[in-house]
């Protein structure tokens, strides 16, 4: 079964380092999201993507953050400098022709010190 | 701005009894989502709720929506220590993008 994956798996980086987050979406897949969610607390939205531009962001996906398409398949997330509180499991999502049902990865652990 | 609240956030329930959890949303949306989170991994899609009155059923799950009432309920039927994890509603935000409005979350305890 097609799944989204993503990597690395943990990342542990330093306060105003830049660190790029990568996914794999599924193949056929037009929608692109990532979503990050702080220890304990709830997944919350920080940008889509569609048709190679930011489709919505939120609040929290400010200068700091872009996304990226580099190819094909890959589907990047790049936080340039880094704060204590970007400290989150950052999930990708993807879905199909619908924007309805979709399928997330297994996040990456963003640890940052 | 669409909010999302579920309750209970923590529930402890002993095997082979029945629970409702409930997930209100504050504007229109006719899109709703149940998933389930499980420590440390990732969120596994259980139900997509796409109309007013969907009933949808999975094993000891059962999900259901009125967006009249702008409530989704989630009942667990003879819970079994298998489902113990953190269920999410998760609301539409509009337009033809699909990002999600999350809920807080209920962490769901089974006991024997």
């Known amino acids: 079964e097609p799944e989204v994956t993503q990597t690395p798996s943990h990342q542990v980086t330093q306060m105003g380092q830049e660190v790029i987050l990568r996914c794999v979406p599924i193949?056929?897949?037009?929608?692109f999201y990532w979503y990050r969610q702080i220890l304990g607390q709830k997944v919350e939205f920080l940008v889509s993507?569609?048709?190679?531009?930011?489709?919505?962001k939120s609040e929290i996906f400010d200068d700091q953050f872009s996304v990226e398409r580099p190819d094909g398949s890959n589907f990047t997330l790049k936080i340039r400098s880094t704060k204590l509180e970007d400290s989150a499991m950052y999930f990708c999502?993807?879905?199909?022709?619908?924007?309805?049902?979709?399928?997330f990865g297994p996040g990456t652990r963003l640890t940052v010190t | 701005e669409l909010k999302v609240e579920q309750n209970p956030l923590f529930l402890s329930m002993q095997e082979g009894k029945n629970y409702t959890i409930y997930c209100n949303y504050s504007?229109?949306?006719?899109?709703l989502y149940w998933y389930r989170q499980d420590p440390g991994k990732s969120l596994e899609s259980l139900f997509v709720?796409?109309?007013?009155?969907a009933v949808k059923q999975e094993g000891r799950l059962m999900a259901s929506l009125d967006t009249k009432a702008r409530l989704s309920t989630l009942h667990i039927t003879a819970a079994v220590h298998d489902l113990s994890a953190t269920y999410f509603c998760?609301?539409?935000?509009?337009?033809?993008?699909?990002?999600?409005?999350f809920g807080k979350g209920t962490k769901l305890s089974v006991k024997p």
């Open positions: 999502a993807s879905t199909g022709a619908g924007p309805y049902e979709q399928y």
């Open positions: 193949s056929n897949h037009l929608y």
């Open positions: 709720l796409l109309s007013n009155g």
């Open positions: 993507f569609y048709n190679n531009e930011i489709s919505e």
């Open positions: 504007t229109t949306s006719d899109r």
């Open positions: 998760a609301v539409d935000y509009g337009g033809s993008q699909g990002n999600l409005i």
